[in-house]
């Protein structure tokens, strides 16, 4: 048979200049480790901008929740005092008005317009009252709610651009070994084009094929020996796969007594040495 190899080929999902290519070709990464990065100025900047604008909406939500300003509310107070002594001033006058009026000092006319004046400041001194106490209450239910939902949606704006951001900086899915690069530092790279080829440990499996009277003793999840020309010790892999139909030998494994005879492909995955030691396209013998 021969080793063969499942590439992963690592691209982002937006299109940008080549900031940073942190593998060459050959080299070992490990896996979650940053292979390379995009450039993109024009995300960076829109993510600050609806960083901002999702504090302003908080801030916003924050003012509704707790009312007026102290300042303001302070303002209220004083006038409420100014209020109160107007009124106290109209009741003492009333009072003189109507003491006045008993002794005929003053007209009828007047003592109403005293008697309205009073009245008046009273509710003057109600309506700053209540003023002062809208002025401590937070905003209606309705603008709370509005405002709430507008900051959840700042969030999930500048939550989504962080996303994108972090897909800038392609991570290796597995330890492996970078088979080859497509562009260098500066280069634009569009949406979705491949920049490194990777071979991770994991996706590396060996195919052979055996005949019919050697299939009843194999089985998925049996333990295979591997030998190669040049290979300094053997390697173990495990069974993975066995076809259900058979096929002509492939005439790169023909032998003197495989020729012209049924087989059925066998897949098995390497154990970790083999996986880093063994190339694709190297053939090998397999024994139980």
Known sequence: GYVEGQFSYLSAPYAGNLKTLRAARGDRVESGAVVFEIGAPDLEQAIKRQYHQWQSSLNVLGDLQQGKRPSEIDTVKAQIEQARASAALSTQRLARAEDDYRIQAISRDQLERERAAARVDKARVSELASQLRTARLPARDGQLHSQRQSADAQRAEYERLQTQYRQLSVEAPGEGVVVDTFFTPGEWVVAGNPVVK???????????????????????????????????????ATISHIASDAEYTPPVIYSN???????????ARPDTVAARSLHPGLPIEVTP
């Open 198 to 236: 990777i071979l991770v440990d994991r996706n590396t499996k060996v195919r052979f094929f055996v005949p019919e009277a050697a299939l009843a003793n194999l089985h998925v999840g049996r333990v295979v020996r591997i030998a190669c020309d040049g290979c300094e010790r053997g390697y173990t």
């Open 257 to 267: 007594d495989a020729r012209s005879k049924l087989v059925f492909l066998v897949e």
